[in-house]
T-cell receptor
Framework: DVKVTQSSRYLVKRTGEKVFLECVQD?????MFWYRQDPGLGLRLIYF???????EKGDIPEGYSVSREKKERFSLILESASTNQTSMYLC?????????????FGPGTRLTVT | KNQVEQSPQSLIILEGKNCTLQ??????????LRWYKQDTGRGPVSLTI?????NTKSNGRYTATLDADTKQSSLHITASQLSDSASYIC?????????????FGTGTRLKVLA
């Protein structure tokens, strides 16, 4: 079974702090994604990566950066956390070789910025 | 603009009853449509995936249908159980936009009461 893990289930940070969210997948998938999920808005893509050290901006990249130094690990960085970044953050992975490019999601990190 | 709309936004049913959730999309052409189940505070888990040429797919008590002519999909849940209480998300992948493009609906929140 594919497993996508995220470093924290719950996180509370202060405004202005630098925040790291880590995601690891164990199925050698090429593609990895970071989404945020807010009530009534659905999942919105922040960044995705299709290979090591490669990244592309999604729909809402402002205030975020990412790092992919190893194929299995994709990190989301909030350079200076703000209260409007309080949200549920979901990591996902997929492979072009999979049927219909199915995505597998991690359990999510609920981030609160105070 | 590619959009995915789901209805109803929320639904309450009694245990043992059937229900149907709707998904309308404007994505065209598309390569596949999926339904995910997301328990509260967890990541989405895939229920069904249908390519544009399929019109029905089952997974236990869950049956998804697709009408590509009217751009509608439905998810039918038979003999509901308390564990079906969750959000159900419809996701459409546009054809020809790479392996990373997914358009998410905002979900239907289902509550099953004893």
């Amino acid at each position: 079974d594919v497993k996508v893990t995220q470093s924290s289930r719950y996180l509370v940070k202060r405004t202005g702090e630098k925040v790291f969210l880590e995601c690891v997948q164990d199925m050698d998938h090429e593609n990895m994604f970071w989404y945020r999920q807010d009530p009534g808005l659905g999942l919105r893509l922040i960044y995705f990566s299709y290979d090591v050290k490669m990244k592309e901006k999604g729909d809402i990249p402002e205030g975020y950066s990412v790092s992919r130094e190893k194929k299995e690990r994709f990190s989301l960085i909030l350079e200076s956390a703000s209260t409007n970044q309080t949200s549920m953050y979901l990591c996902a992975s997929s492979s072009p070789g999979l049927v219909s490019y199915e995505q597998y999601f991690g359990p999510g990190t609920r981030l609160t910025v105070t | 603009k590619n959009q995915v709309e789901q209805s109803p936004q929320s639904l309450i049913i009694l245990e043992g009853k059937n229900c149907t959730l709707q998904c309308n999309y404007t994505v065209s052409p598309f390569s596949n449509l999926r339904w995910y189940k997301q328990d509260t505070g967890r990541g989405p888990v895939s229920l069904t995936i249908m390519t544009f040429s399929e019109n029905t797919k089952s997974n236990g008590r869950y049956t998804a249908t697709l009408d590509a002519d009217t751009k509608q999909s439905s998810l039918h849940i038979t003999a509901s159980q308390l564990s079906d209480s969750a959000s159900y998300i419809c996701v459409v992948s546009p054809r020809g936009e790479g392996t990373y493009k997914y358009i998410f609906g905002t979900g239907t929140r289902l509550k099953v009461l004893a």
